[in-house]
Each structure stands twice: as structure tokens, then as C-alpha cells.
DNA sequence: TTCGCCGGTGAAACCGGTCTCACGTGGCAT
DNA sequence: ATGCCACGTGAGACCGGTTTCACCGGCGAA
């Protein structure tokens, strides 16, 4: 391994001009440039990034904080965000945080604090006030996507919109009898993600004037979780509800194959809306408010670049609400003129 | 931000007794021990790992390059790979290959090799003998998941093995008119994968005397593909196949969706296994043959920190094939005995 | 009593870069 | 002729730890 000195040397030049030419920093001769590229590479010379990092203080290494990796949204939320910091030369570490509150702190305490990252993306993690402040006082950068964190900018969909929006539209079909399958209302991990979805379809059905005793049911946000749920709720066509609104597409999808396997036509008996537009939402023609995961994660990262690159710029701490396209595909449809049951 | 200077100073000893009591290594007093780690912590003060990785050479920090993020194999690899870092107390660096050999070139020669990793955990990448000599001559240690690679440990299912088996599951089960729709056989990101599951399949069928003159499809790896080779290959009643041996699950899953859009039954009319052990299989009541992914991702970890450990060790490069096991549901079924075409 | 060793500590070198400063040039405006 | 500035280069301080080495007190063995 050879160091700097070494190609200095070789180069005939002092250390500082060789990091001056490699680094293309400050003024360098046309011809010693050239000198000096021409001995790193025979060397096969390559710069330790810790020794910059420690002495400028940059690592160009952001931390991404997410609690899953195995779900659509989250896998596509991050292959945006790695795209985006690998064009623009920066490393991606990763830690998942999972519901672990002991690993929570470990990963706060120990792992982002030791100078190692510029940064941190926080992807749907609801930090708590002390989190924020500490990664602010260490001067890091940090942007939230998914739900909005007070002080920090952040980036999402308008999650009681898009709910509302949902529900008017199965409303605006008829229905009256309609189900919200959503994610645990206490989860402490996600942002307020789940219950913001559940107002704004509550919003939806109070302005409509439509009283529904029993119009929540939680779910894992799966298509495994959808299909139990599904299952559960649409065995009794007494109770079964004429429409579902889900939390999530896989859900939704969960909630489809469960009504095919009973023998409902979707959407003949049963209309199901989703959010997200998971890719599989196409494959069975599910209604949904599609989002943009990866973009956001692009989005995220072009924020905090412009934080780290000009730490001039005062942070920008507004919250971008991002817009959700109404996609209507077959599961949805008019209630049929005559309920079932009079 | 305080430095270890100010802690050795509150604490009243030198700075090499403030790292030996913080860092755990030497001899330290008792009392002096607690007086430091007091000091450290009135401060807040947290080592700087650039400046620890600059002179012990060593970063905490393990690379893991892997071809997609969504999908279920891999993200399954990455919770495992990350779950196991980091309660060893290592960090974890992504890199996304995607099939641009640009960015490849770029991860190889400009990011993985400026001292920022201890090593490299590569998730089913056909790593050329170039790229394994550049790593292994950094010194750095380097494990593969998903197929072997020559000259480094690797860990991996036996996919010609597990092909195999799912064909003579089927080939017992009576079939004759088996296809196999799996990944196209010349990709060059992932190892042989997918010929390998290939020929295990051609290898049953043949054993068993079998001739078969269409006998492959490709499909994109996900539900979808699986769904659109499925509507494209069950259409015909002529020449639909009776079998379905699919090179994963999702395929599997595809497949099934598509044979009840068209109105044929699974398992009466066409029997379909996977493998995977996707979560989604034992909803769909898929036959398959399980992997566990997130446990390759945790004895990949391992094997690589016992290289880190001791460095003395020699580098075991022998390739570990891990076990799948049949998992019979309800997706298959025998023949029935008087095949519609006589 | 003396020697050797062990636990405990500090001074200073060192890791491999970047960056400030000081010190040249030469050209152009004054 | 003088001053100033743009360009080009080298010496050396510095980033914040770890580690080597030297040193010291005390205690058990010779």
C-alpha cells in the first residue's frame, strides 16, 4: 500500500503538491499534474479516506436510519436514496432499527456519533425531541422522509389527504358499509403514519355524513397480514363491509386474494382502494393513490447535499408534502343499487 | 465537541491512560478507570472512529455489495447481514450493483478501496478473478453469498441439488409435460443461479427418461413475471404443461395467480413448487423448497469476523452448501391418471 | 539485600492525509 | 521603477486518537 509520500517522491514534488494534483485543490502546474497523476497510478495509489476524514472533518458518508428493509416501500425508499448518494460520491451506511429500544439507543449513543457520517437520513422513524437535538448539536444534517419531524425538514405524502382522498372515492361510488385496514395506531416506531391515515378516512366518513359502528381493523402491513384480516372480516356477509379502504397495496392485495379465495367478485361485491402503488397493484388491477418511495429517497438525499455543500444556506425546516395520483384500475366500483340487506 | 485531551485532563492523567481506560486495553487502575470514564461522560465525549481507524488501520466497517435491494432474497440477506454487524458492533456500507458496468467499475476501483472497509460481503455477485485478486490483495477479508466463487469462502444453497429435487417431486408426482420457467441464463451480475437451477432440472428430467420439447421460459424474477409467462404459457390447453417447476417463488406465486385467472385449477389441472420459502408461499399453499436467506446473511457475518479476528487463521476458501428442504402444500398434486390428450 | 517482574502511568512518535503560511516567480497597472 | 496580484511550490503544523517505550513502586524469589 503506498501512501502519498511515496508518490510525492516518485513525482518529484512535495506532499502538498501531490494532494494539491490529486485532490484537484489549489494551483497545480499543468505538467506536474500530470507528473504526479501519472506516479499515482503506477503505484496503483489510492487516498485513505479516514486520514481525510480526519483532518477535514467530512466523511461523505450519510447514515440511513429505516425500520425495515423487507417491504416494498422501505426496499424502494432506499435503493432511491443509495442511487442518489452513490452518483454524487457519498457512502451509504445502514442500520436498521428494528423495535429494539436497547438497540435503538446503541445505534444513537455508539454508532452515529463517532464523526463517522455527515448526515442522516431518517426514513419513517418518529425521532423523539432528544434524538433530534443531539444529531443537531453534533451538526449533522438530517432529513426525515415519510411523516413530518418538528425542526427538521422533512418529505412525505399528505397521509390524511391521501386517506380522505380514498375513502371519498369509495364513497363517492355508494358505499356506506367501509372498512379501514390499517397498521397498530400505537406503533412507536413508524411516525404518526397509521393514525394519520385512519383521520383522514374518518374525516372522509363524518363529512359524509355516513355513521359506521365498526370501521377499523388492524393489520400487519402485508399481503400476508391483508389476506388474514381479510379473511377474518369478510366470512359474515352480514357484517361484511361493502368497501375496503387499506392502509397499504399489500394489504389491499392480501384483502383481494382473500375475497377471491370466499368466492366475493372484486368488485362486484367487495370494492378495495389502496395506497402506494406497489408494483403488484397493476397485476390485479387494484385502485390506489400511487407514491413515489425511490424518488423521495432521491429527493431526500438533494436536500441534504445542499445542507452539506453550502452550510451557509440556513436549514431549511419546512416539511414537503408530496402528491399521491389517484389511479383507478377494477377493484373499485358504484355499489350495487340494492344492498343486500334492507 | 470534547476530545480525549480534555477528558485526560478533567480525569488529571495522560492521554494514553484516558484511551487505555476508555478502550479497554492495558493495564489501568481501578479508581483511575473511574475517574475517566466520569470525565468522559460529564463531556459527552465519544471517540472519533476516523481518527481510531487512521493509526489501528482497522474500521469497524464491512462492505456488502448485492444486486437488488427489493427483492425478497436479498433484502431477506441484507436484514440478517446487518442484524449480525451490528451486534458486533460493525457498521454496514451498501452498494448497489445494478447491471451498469460503469457503476460497478466505480465501486470496485474508487469506493471499496480507500480504506473504508475491512472487508467485503458480496450477495450474488459473480465477482470476476480481477475484482477477487484487487480485494484480496488490500488485505481484505471477503465472503460470497449466493453461489461460489473461486478462491473465497462462499455460502450458498446447492441449486442444482434443489432444482433437481423440486423436479423429481414433481416427475413422482406423474407429471411428463413439466416446465421450467426461471431467469435468463447469460445474466452476468448474478452467478450461475439461474443455469444452475437449470440444468438440475434437465438433470431429473433426463435421468427419469423423460423428453420434453419445450421445457424453459424466462421470466423476470417477481410475482409479475411469473404472472405474465403464466398467462402466456397456460393459455393453450394443447400444449400447457401439467407441471410448473419455477426458479422462485414469486415465479411460483405469478404462475398460480395467472392459472386461477384462467380458470384452471391448483393442483387439479396444473401443479406449480418454487423455492424460496417466501412468506407469501404458505398463504398461496405453494410447495417449495425453504432457504433461509437471513440466516446466510448471519453465518456469512460470521465467517467473516473470525477472518477479521484472527487475522492468523488461514483463509478457509471452501464454499459451504447449505440445505433446502421440501416443503409440500397444496400446490401439488399427482397427475391425474387419464391426461386430457390421449 | 538485591534482582526481576508485574501493575500502572506518562511522553512522544506515529497513522496519512490537508491546509496554512511563506516564499518564490512573472506580468500588468500605476 | 514600483506595487500588486495570479500562479506555483514546499515546509511543517495539525486532525485525534493508539501504541511503543521508558520509568517507577512494590513484592516475591534468590
Redesign the interface.
Known amino acids: ?1 503506498s501512501i502519498l509520500a511515496d508518490v510525492a517522491r516518485i513525482a518529484g514534488v512535495s506532499k502538498s503538491t501531490a494532494s494539491r494534483a490529486l485532490s484537484g485543490r489549489g494551483y497545480v502546474g499543468e505538467d506536474t499534474r500530470r507528473r504526479v497523476e501519472a506516479a499515482a497510478a503506477e503505484l496503483g495509489y ?6 481525510a ?2 483532518v477535514t472533518g467530512r ?1 461523505r ?1 450519510v447514515a440511513v436510519v429505516i425500520p425495515y ?2 417491504r ?1 416501500y422501505f ?2 425508499v ?2 432511491g436514496i ?2 442518489a448518494l ?1 452518483r454524487a460520491g457519498y ?6 432499527l428494528s423495535t429494539d429500544r436497547d ?1 435503538r439507543r ?2 444513537f449513543d ?2 452515529l ?4 457520517v455527515d448526515a442522516v437520513i431518517s426514513v419513517t422513524i418518529d425521532l423523539s425531541p432528544h434524538e433530534v437535538q443531539m444529531l443537531q448539536a ?1 451538526g449533522k444534517p438530517l432529513v426525515g422522509i415519510g411523516g413530518r419531524i418538528d425542526g427538521i425538514p422533512s418529505l412525505s405524502i399528505d397521509d390524511v389527504e391521501t386517506a380522505r382522498l380514498a375513502t371519498e372515492h369509495l364513497i363517492s361510488l355508494g358505499h356506506q358499509r367501509i372498512l379501514h385496514i390499517g397498521g397498530d395506531q400505537d406503533e412507536q416506531m413508524d411516525f404518526r403514519v397509521h393514525s394519520q391515515r385512519y383521520s383522514g378516512f374518518r374525516r372522509a366518513v363524518t363529512d359524509a355524513g355516513i355513521t359506521i359502528d365498526d370501521d377499523f381493523r388492524e393489520a400487519d402491513f ?3 397480514g391483508g ?1 388474514t384480516v381479510g379473511l377474518a372480516v369478510l366470512g359474515d356477509p352480514r357484517t361484511r363491509p361493502t368497501a375496503i379502504f387499506a392502509g397499504c397495496d399489500e394489504i389491499a392485495i ?1 384483502v383481494m ?1 382473500a375475497a ?1 379465495q370466499l368466492g366475493l367478485s372484486v368488485p362486484g361485491e367487495l370494492s378495495v382502494i389502496g395506497v402506494d402503488g406497489h ?2 397493484a ?3 388491477g387494484l385502485t390506489t393513490l400511487v407514491q413515489e418511495p425511490g424518488g423521495q429517497g432521491v429527493r431526500a438525499v438533494d436536500l441534504l447535499l445542499s445542507q452539506l455543500e453550502h452550510a451557509d444556506a440556513p436549514p431549511p425546516d419546512e416539511h414537503v408534502l408530496l402528491p399521491t395520483a389517484l389511479t383507478v384500475r377494477t377493484s373499485t366500483a358504484a355499489q350495487r343499487t340494492a344492498p343486500r340487506s334492507p
Not at 456519533?113 to 463517522?116: E, G
Open positions: 500500500m489510492v487516498v485513505s479516506s479516514t486520514a476524514s480526519l466523511t458518508n428493509i423487507n416494498w426496499a424502494e432506499l435503493e443509495e442511487a452513490i457512502d451509504l451506511t445502514l442500520y436498521r438497540l446503541r445505534v455508539y454508532f456519533v463517532r464523526k463517522r453534533l402485508s399481503i400476508e389476506f392480501g386474494v377471491r408494483p403488484l397493476a397485476m390485479f
